[in-house]
């Protein structure tokens, strides 16, 4: 459900580009979630890519990704492996969940195609990390997984995300 790379980043925290996509709800006003941002430097895109194999690079999208509350179990939104460059881990918690068969989203986002939350407690624990400065963690995020952690959450990272590439053939091709 996740790999943890041997080899850490330093990549430092910088100024992202525009808003590319969010993940949220609206709660009293405010928007809670993950939202996700264009990164315009080079240098950190060079330095997350020399993670991924060549051949696989093409398959992947960079972001610049932050998260203000702990995200619920969910399954991402058309997107089965990330890369994660943690910059601020915000002391998170990253747990995934076994996958009944017959379990079905509780809700879905307005913009969610497959993706979905589900309902915590009908979910047993599979495993789950916690992440540090200079950490890079593989994760399969079409497995239910959920990010918590100490209110307000401020969690930075850089996030190599790629539609067709599975988990399992990013580890054998590293």
């Not at 992202?16 to 006003?29: F, Q, R």
């Not at 995934?96 to 879905?108: A, I, V, Y």
């Not at 890079?136 to 996030?159: Q, Y």
Request: aromatic share 14%; with cysteine.
């Amino acid at each position: 459900m996740f790999y943890k790379f041997t080899q850490s980043h330093d990549i430092s925290n910088f100024t992202p580009g525009d808003e590319i996509v969010k993940w949220t709800k609206t709660v009293n006003g405010e928007e809670y979630g993950s939202f996700y941002y264009e990164i315009n430097n080079q240098n950190v895109l060079n330095k997350a890519f020399s993670f991924v194999p060549a051949n696989l690079r093409d398959q992947f999208d960079a972001s610049y990704m932050k998260i203000n509350h702990s995200i619920p179990p969910h399954i991402d939104n058309e997107i089965i492996t990330v890369i994660n460059f943690y910059i601020y881990p915000s002391g998170c918690t990253t747990t995934f969940f076994e996958m009944p068969d017959d379990l079905n989203p509780s809700e879905t986002l307005e913009n969610h195609t497959n993706g979905g939350l589900y309902n915590r407690d009908a979910l047993t624990i599979h495993d789950q990390f916690q992440a540090f400065y200079g950490d890079v963690f593989a994760l399969d995020v079409s497995k239910i997984h959920e990010v918590t952690g100490p209110e307000p959450v401020n969690r930075i990272a850089i996030c190599l995300q790629s539609a067709s590439v599975s988990l399992e053939d990013l580890i054998a091709a590293i």
